[in-house]
């Protein structure tokens, strides 16, 4: 069964240093990797996935995440971090032989203080 | 284009009464998913559609839980008779097939459904 890990429930950075939030993965074959946010009383919203190629993927509103194989995580960064980017922060994968099935982690609260 | 779209926002009902949410796919998405969202928990998958078919039912509770999508497009999720456990979000979400077949593979998500039983 796939699996993904968080072992971070919040983290906090100032505004203006670098962020990371961690994710470990866990499936039988190759992952398919997705990174999501959710403000307050919304849905999640997509910011960018792993599907195969270069281990570094950029997404949506300066993020980016690394992917790697032999430690099976693939982390969210962001070199400057934003007050407005405190929010809850989800990783999830998808097995490539599973079908369209998304397993999501258990979530990183974010908190970005000035 | 218009996102997916789930109704009512928020609901509160007593225990033992029915409830239903409606959720509405983005256009041509064939893949539809509901989740269960607690506080402060990751979305955790309820069932999930390809067209009209369930092919993933198995973490329904399906003595009082039940799910129909309809001629493929819109679904229903029904919760007779809530109980407290059940207050959550109910996430809905749709995708456009998966990427091996030529599909983007992320998942776009609804607000939620978010439900209080008292």
């Known amino acids: 069964a796939q699996s993904v890990a968080q072992p971070e429930d919040q983290v906090n950075v100032a505004e203006g240093n670098p962020l990371t939030v961690k994710c470990t993965y866990s499936v039988s074959g190759n992952p398919y990797l997705f990174w999501y946010v959710q403000y307050p009383n919304r849905g999640l919203q997509f910011l960018l996935k792993?599907?195969?190629?270069?281990?570094l993927v950029k997404g949506s509103y300066g993020f980016e995440a690394e992917f790697n194989k032999s430690q099976t995580s693939f982390h969210l960064k962001k070199p400057s971090a934003l007050v407005s980017d405190s929010a809850l922060y989800f990783c999830?994968?998808?097995?490539?032989?599973?079908?369209?099935?998304?397993?999501f982690g258990t979530g990183t609260q974010l908190k970005v203080e000035l | 284009e218009a996102g997916v779209v789930q109704s009512p926002r928020y609901k509160i009902i007593e225990k033992k009464q029915p409830v239903a949410f409606w959720c509405n796919p983005i256009?041509?998405?064939?893949?539809l998913y509901w989740y269960l969202q607690n506080l402060g928990q990751g979305p955790e998958l309820l069932i999930r559609?390809?067209?009209?078919?369930?092919?993933?039912d198995s973490q329904l509770p399906k003595d009082r839980f039940s799910a129909e999508r309809l001629k493929g497009v819109d679904s229903t999720l029904k919760i007779q008779p809530a109980e407290l456990g059940d207050s959550a979000v109910y996430l809905c979400a749709s995708s456009l097939g998966t990427v091996a077949g030529g599909g983007t593979g992320e998942l776009f998500f609804g607000e939620g459904s978010r439900l209080t039983v008292l």
């Open positions: 559609y390809e067209n009209e078919e369930a092919v993933d």
């Open positions: 256009s041509g998405h064939n893949t």
């Open positions: 792993y599907i195969t190629g270069d281990n």
């Open positions: 999830a994968v998808r097995d490539k032989g599973g079908g369209n099935k998304l397993t």
